[in-house]
């Protein structure tokens, strides 16, 4: 089976980082591994994900599962369980008020070992998208001008 996962600590509130990771819209300004997802984050909805590794091509998925602020995962592939791809979110806060952000994608079903084959490293991908998540949940929000 193959797998890829990324994990780090952003020093942010699971709110503030989850604010993120639900904001389809969003992704375009802060994430460089994702051009655009079409549909709304949420519990049930279907997705579409434009990633930049794999240009010119879409990637349906389901929000299978939605539980705020902890986790979340996305599911898509073939019909009847002949190949699937499960990517899961999962926010851990720590006793600091920071978060563990996990981000883990797996691939199974019957035609997963030939598909497998075929499937790039992402795993350079996956550091870059958690990397991004940290910068943006980190960064200073923007204060308003005041005019003299």
Request: aromatic share 8%; proline share 8%; glycine share 8%.
């Amino acid at each position: 089976m193959k797998r890829f996962s990324t994990s780090l600590a952003i020093e942010a509130s699971p709110q503030a980082v989850w604010a993120l990771l639900v904001d389809a819209a969003g992704y375009p300004a802060w994430n460089s591994t994702v051009a655009r997802i079409d549909g709304r984050i949420e519990a049930g909805a279907t997705l579409t994900v434009h990633a930049r590794i794999a240009a010119g091509r879409a990637f349906p998925v389901t929000v299978a599962e939605f539980a705020p602020p902890r986790r979340m995962a996305w599911i898509g592939g073939m019909p009847l369980g002949l190949f699937a791809g499960v990517r899961i979110f999962t926010l851990e806060p720590n006793v600091d008020g920071a978060v563990r952000f996990t981000m883990e994608e797996t691939y199974g079903g019957l035609l997963a070992p030939l598909i497998a084959r075929s499937i790039p490293d992402l795993q350079p991908a996956f550091d870059a998208f958690a990397a991004d998540l940290k910068r943006r949940a980190e960064a200073a929000p923007a204060r308003p001008r005041v005019e003299a």
